[in-house]
């Protein structure tokens, strides 16, 4: 590929080289406010008839630009009924029906699913790479700007302050933008409490529809100067050395390295089973598949955090979709559709885990319904859409098709083997298809752990059916929500864990130069104490 494409102003994709004079990409059509505050937190503000422009293009620049690129006026109700004649089939995929029926459905789900297992287990044979990076001195290192989107936050806004400032980077190249909702007064009043330095930004976001993350993300952008743009939440703990690296490496990529994702886990894993359940799956994710897509040259289905974006890829790929509830994973597969790429990088951040299925429904019902999104738009078969389908049946669908049919499969297979007292072979075959899953999530949730330095119990492994089971509740709230309200944005709720400051165990990269080595003595990856175990971790 020559070069990668743009969104420009007419809503078509052109080539980045040579660009037309006079093209504008989505993000790009008003010049953004590139002024700093006199002190630090001070609320920035644009005139009254600038905000206005801003806050519409924000939520509906991409739309009206490329709306076959945009979640916005989409009709997904044929895609629900596939999806819950996909949880029926599942279901009726029993000795209940003639052997021949069975049969029938079986042999539709199983390929599928065995290669969705079979997938896991080449990730874990397959060596990560990550972007590689130089040494560079302060003077060489490019301006970045930090957007961390905050909406009834105020409980984590000490901790989140404390850890942005303690990042390892030029004071002067670093400036922090805080978006907030224009009616969220408890988190403003957090943050004004807290003592800013001048690196940091308020910005209050207008109300408008929808309410959603990535509106408020492009509505920041316009308040950043940086050439890097990097996307935090308000409960990260990221690594000191975390935008270093990213600086470090996108010196050395070509032009065409549009973002690199950190990887991410829990700082609070081991608090109950579900937030050990929720750490092995994390690590699977980003220390098993993403390295395996990268090597297949797969889009990558990007974090919601710790994203590190050329800030000239990010506006002529139209910024981020404010219809889409999954905005990243969205994003990372827009970027490769317009000839980008994505990489990783080693420096882990950690995130606050929901304590229990309350938290944890709500959030998994939005990454759900987000890819059900995410697949009605880029999914196709005209010949654009068509090199991407494998792909995006292979990550976001199979995440989709996990969900909605683990659950149902072994409810229905184990019913009827007590019923009929033994297995007969559509239950065997049933079983069988189900343990091939489960053996190739085992294999992943080892290795990733393995790779990301962290202990897993058996017990923990034991519980995974159980896991992968109850998400059925949260892939059939997505479904409902996709006709009834497909762009509510359902907020998980931090600062609930009981574990305020806990022990990081993540492995801890080397420091780019031997300055930095006190700051890593001083600090562990989540930007919290470090502690014994944590050295002993890094070591290894």
Not at 367 to 372: H, R
Not at 387 to 393: D, H, T, W, Y
Not at 462 to 476: G, T
């Amino acid at each position: 590929m020559d070069g990668a494409q743009g969104i420009d102003a007419a809503g078509t994709l052109a080539r980045s080289a040579p660009r037309r004079a006079g093209s504008c990409s989505a993000s790009a059509r008003v010049a953004p406010a590139h002024a700093t505050p006199e002190r630090g937190g001070r609320l920035q503000t644009p005139p009254g008839i600038l905000a206005r422009l801003w806050t519409d293009e924000a939520a509906g620049g991409l739309s009206r630009r490329c709306p076959e690129l945009s979640a916005r006026n989409r009709s997904f109700p044929h895609l629900v009924s596939l999806l819950c004649g996909l949880v029926l089939a599942s279901i009726l995929a029993s000795p209940a029906l003639p052997f021949s029926t069975s049969a029938l459905l079986l042999a539709v789900l199983a390929p599928t699913c065995l290669s969705l297992a079979l997938l896991r287990i080449a990730g874990t044979l397959n060596r990560p790479r990550h972007a590689p990076r130089r040494d560079l001195c302060e003077a060489a290192l490019p301006k970045a700007s930090i957007i961390v989107a905050l909406y009834r936050e105020a409980a984590v806004i000490p901790q989140l302050v404390t850890t942005l400032a303690a990042i390892d980077y030029p004071a002067g190249k670093l400036e922090v933008r805080l978006v907030l909702e224009a009616d969220d007064t408890e988190t403003l009043a957090a943050i004004e409490r807290c003592r800013l330095d001048r690196r940091f930004g308020v910005i209050i976001a207008p109300a408008g529809h929808p309410r959603t993350k990535p509106r408020a993300l492009n509505y920041a952008l316009r308040f950043c100067s940086g050439e890097i743009i990097a996307v935090h939440d308000a409960e990260d703990r990221p690594h000191p050395h975390q935008l270093r690296h990213a600086a470090e490496s996108f010196s050395l990529a070509p032009p065409r390295l549009a973002c690199l994702q950190a990887p991410l886990n829990w700082y609070n894993r081991g608090e109950t089973w579900l937030t050990r359940q929720f750490a092995m799956e994390y690590a699977a994710h980003f220390h098993v598949m993403l390295p395996l897509y990268q090597r297949l040259g797969w889009p990558l289905p990007l974090g919601g955090t710790s994203n590190y974006f050329r800030a000239k890829a990010l506006q002529r790929s139209g910024g981020w979709d404010a219809w889409n509830v999954t905005e990243d994973a969205d994003l990372g597969v827009r970027l490769h559709r317009l000839g980008y790429r994505c990489g990783l990088i080693a420096p882990t951040t950690l995130e606050e885990a929901p304590v229990s299925l309350r938290g944890w429904t709500p959030q998994r019902t939005r990454w759900l319904k987000g890819y059900w999104q995410t697949l009605g738009v880029h999914f196709g078969l005209d010949a654009e859409r068509r090199r991407l389908s494998l792909p995006l049946v292979m990550t976001l669908g199979g995440a989709v098709l996990s969900a909605l049919i683990h659950g149902p499969t072994l409810a229905a297979a184990l019913a009827v083997a007590v019923m009929e007292q033994g297995v007969s072979l559509p239950v065997l075959a049933c079983l069988s298809i189900l343990g091939a899953g489960y053996a190739g999530g085992l294999m992943g949730a080892v290795e990733g752990m393995a790779r990301a330095g962290l202990p897993v119990r058996i017990a923990d492994l034991a519980l995974l059916p159980a896991y992968w089971s109850i998400q059925v509740v949260p892939a059939v709230r997505a479904l409902v929500q996709l006709v009834q309200n497909p762009y509510l944005w359902e907020k998980t709720e931090h600062g609930v864990s009981s574990l305020a400051e806990p022990p990081c165990t993540s492995p801890c990269p080397r420091p780019s130069s031997p300055s930095r080595s006190a700051l890593q003595a001083s600090f562990s990856p989540a930007g919290g104490p470090a502690s014994r175990s944590d050295r002993s971790a890094a070591r290894g």
